[in-house]
């Protein structure tokens, strides 16, 4: 069980030179927002070396300040369901997130979510955190979601400063051969029409980069890890899709999607994931494959043992 006193987060000047507000070292050194400062002075409390401060003082190199978060509940109606616990620590919580499931409530999806989920977990181990999602999945696709556990967490992770230094690492099966064993597709990504569900390469969308590594050939498949430099809607999708490549399953973006392999659904996996956290430092996620996919790389490698056998 985590403890039930607010969260204090602690820092310490020594490897600054210069004197400086505490205010200015707290957003321009640590990543606070200005307005999170201020909820943390209306609701929480801040000090320099055990002394209640206000956000004008003065530190100097070799101050220890400690910050104490808000209280907060979670904001998410709570309902009990399966979490597959990659990571966890009082910053983050990383789960493995299951296929055919939404990552926060709709209005279609009020209960079954992992967001529902994520809030029963931190109400029955007693943690006093709001539900906020770092990165989201699509609903078929499996893989890495991480939830931080505060407000400065979340805007330190999301800044973008942050944002370029995450490394996200997908895995996807895919009909057909790459053009290469390695390469990057960059293609802008844009909606084709006002209303569309459906991404498509366009000359006037979005740039959009996506680098891949062929992992595996099958006979008449791939298994490619792929790596975002930007982060579109449906990127690895569209851009597999433009090199006649569409992942297996989606039946969104390959028009010759059918069940030969047993799929229903994406099969697409976020498997690693690479961050820095304020207090714990560099983070590498791992997030092994849902059953469905460990079947689905199964069949495919006895169907090439097959054809190989047959040649």
Partial sequence: MFSDTPKCLYHYTQ????????????????????????????EGNTTVNQQDCWLTKVVDPGDRIAVTMPREEVDILPVAGDLDIVYEDDEILAVNKDPHCVTHP??????????????????????????????RLDMDTSGLVVIAKNKYVHHFLQSQRMIERIEK????????????????????????????????????GKPSVTH?????????????????ETGRTHQ?????????????????????????????RVALHSS?????????????LKAEFKQDLVALQQCLRERLEKVECYE
Avoid: W
């Fill in 15 to 42: 490897d600054r030179s210069e004197p400086m507000p505490l205010k200015r070292y707290l957003v321009d050194y640590q990543g606070y927002s200005s307005r999170l400062l201020r909820k943390i002075i209306r």
């Fill in 106 to 135: 709709t209005k279609s999806h009020q209960q079954d979510t992992l967001g529902n989920r994520v809030a029963e977990y931190f109400i029955r181990t007693n943690q006093h955190s709001k539900v906020r999602f770092v990165n």
């Fill in 169 to 204: 690492k997908y895995i996807a099966f895919v009909n057909g051969h790459m053009p290469q064993a390695s390469g990057s597709i960059m293609e802008p990504i844009g909606l084709p029409f006002e209303g569309s569900i459906q991404r498509a390469v366009m000359e006037n």
């Fill in 212 to 228: 891949y590594r062929v992992l595996e050939t099958y006979d008449e498949a791939s298994k490619v890890e792929l790596k975002l």
């Fill in 236 to 264: 690895i999708r569209v851009h597999l899709a433009y090199l006649n490549c569409p992942v297996i399953g989606d039946d969104l973006y390959n028009n010759d999607c059918n069940k030969r392999y047993g799929m229903n």
């Fill in 272 to 284: 690693q994931m690479n961050l820095t956290l304020p207090k714990s430092g560099k983070c590498r």
